[in-house]
């Protein structure tokens, strides 16, 4: 879960990585011990607990979410909890989408809403051919009718 407005040091972007650990080949623990490594420690928030169980102050409006994790049957529920605090703009990443067959079940349910669902995105899918499992994800972006990329170049 990523928030550029929390500030860490003068209004620098913050990375919430959410995980129980409780996975028996988890690499997890080792995240804070290698954003410290790379000088990104302070960009950093580990929560050790589990994803169902984690929330931020209501205040709080996030860029992105990343979801790596088998959540199949329900992913719904996590849209339906976060989508309301995620920008205009931002994303939404699921892994293991298309080759999957209950998050592919899920991904055509969001494909067939459109945008006349309770959530209003645009969406790609990838596949990583050179993974044996896992080996997809599907990227959706927020986007109300009003939304338009910001225009950042000086040239025409």
């Not at 407005?5 to 209004?11: I, L, N």
């Not at 309770?118 to 927020?142: G, R, T, V, Y």
Request: aromatic share 12%; glycine share 8%.
């Amino acid at each position: 879960v990523l928030n550029k407005y929390m500030d860490v040091e003068g209004g620098k972007g913050v990375l919430h990585c959410v995980d129980h650990m409780g996975h028996a080949h988890t690499t997890a623990n080792r995240v804070k011990e290698m954003s410290n490594s790379l000088g990104l420690g302070d960009h950093l928030i580990l929560h050790d607990v589990d994803f169902w169980e984690f929330n931020l102050p209501e205040d709080n409006s996030l860029d992105f979410i990343w979801l790596d994790f088998a959540a199949s049957n329900k992913l719904m529920k996590v849209f339906e909890k976060w989508w309301g605090r995620l920008e205009d703009g931002g994303f939404v990443l699921v892994h293991s989408t298309v080759t999957n067959r209950l998050t592919r079940e899920w991904l055509e349910e969001m494909r067939s809403m459109g945008n006349e669902g309770p959530f209003q995105f645009d969406q790609i899918s990838f596949l990583e051919p050179l993974k044996m499992f896992q080996n997809s994800f599907s990227m959706f972006q927020k986007r109300s009718t009003s939304y338009k990329e910001p225009i950042l170049t000086k040239y025409p």
